[in-house]
């Protein structure tokens, strides 16, 4: 069965058009202003690492489990990180439950980028056997009320789950690894944030929401690290951002992911950090 089908009415998106004319938008923001942010850390009692991410009425919720495994062939010796998102009917009727569908990709996708692109996680510290033990960090991401700006909301809550990450520490005896009841923070480098931009028409706008999403034209997905590099870039649906846009995509964006990441956890300080 597929997704029930996203219609706006043309004359809503005439509507929003004629209101972004004015420099307006429908929820009252101007085009550039972000919704309210909030974070809520350790969500989930069982989970190595948690957090709920909300942009305005959207929310997401995203764990962190820790398990010793294989590394990669071509990474013997680094950590594994493994990012899933699922968009769940709890958060939108128009989500489905069974298999990952392309949102579900793209977003895991999107954030797994951001995170590993911005070396987030020094993933070579998680190598306790080199070639043969490594931690293996899962982060499972859940959409459980989509008012727009999902990527946005789920690279939020991912980062925050991992800022707030606990594992086990180890020792290796007779090359085998064994779990210690202390636990230590991720060695963690930088607080990745994405900020997203619609296109609608001939109007750009940041933070979306749900019924500008089903206006929009294109989607441009910016992800910076907490030095101010682009470490990531999505762009999405059919419609192009000009060159100038995306400038001024990437201006205003920076700006917006200083003041998103005054949100976030500190980076942890630990031996591991070192």
């Not at 995170?115 to 070639?131: F, N, Q, T, W, Y």
């Not at 459980?144 to 909301?153: E, I, K, M």
């Not at 939020?156 to 594992?167: F, G, I, N, P, V």
């Not at 007779?174 to 480098?189: D, G, T």
Request: glycine share 6%.
């Amino acid at each position: 069965m597929s997704k029930p089908e996203k219609i706006i009415p043309l004359i809503q998106k005439k509507s929003i058009e004629a209101l972004l004319e004015k420099g307006e938008r429908l929820d009252g923001r101007s085009p550039t202003a972000y919704r309210s942010v909030r974070i809520t850390v350790n969500a989930i009692e069982r989970a190595e690492g948690s957090a709920i991410a909300e942009i305005g009425n959207t929310m997401v919720i995203a764990g962190v489990k820790m398990s010793l495994g294989s590394p990669f062939p071509d990474t013997p010796d680094k950590g594994v990180l493994i990012v899933n998102a699922e968009l769940i009917p709890i958060a939108s009727p128009t989500f489905e439950p069974g298999p990952p569908g392309e949102e579900d990709v793209e977003i895991s996708r999107v954030v797994d980028r951001g995170i590993r692109s911005s070396e987030m996680v020094d993933l070579s510290k998680l190598a306790i056997i080199p070639g043969k033990k490594v931690w293996v960090i899962y982060v499972d991401i859940y959409a459980l009320n989509h008012d727009g700006n999902l990527f946005d909301a789920c690279m939020l809550a991912a980062t925050s789950a991992l800022l707030t990450t606990q594992k086990p520490k180890t020792v290796v005896e007779n090359n085998e690894v064994k779990l210690l009841e202390e636990k230590e923070p991720l060695p963690i480098k930088t607080r990745p944030v994405s900020v997203t931009f619609a296109k609608i028409g001939s109007y750009m706008v940041v933070d979306p929401s749900y019924k500008e999403e089903l206006a929009m034209d294109a989607r441009l997905t910016l992800s910076f690290s907490e030095n101010g590099d682009i470490v990531a870039v999505q762009k999405g649906l059919p419609g192009y951002f000009s060159y100038d846009e995306i400038m001024q995509a990437l201006e205003i964006g920076e700006k917006i992911s200083r003041d998103i990441r005054k949100h976030l956890p500190p980076i942890p300080t630990s031996a591991s950090n070192d």
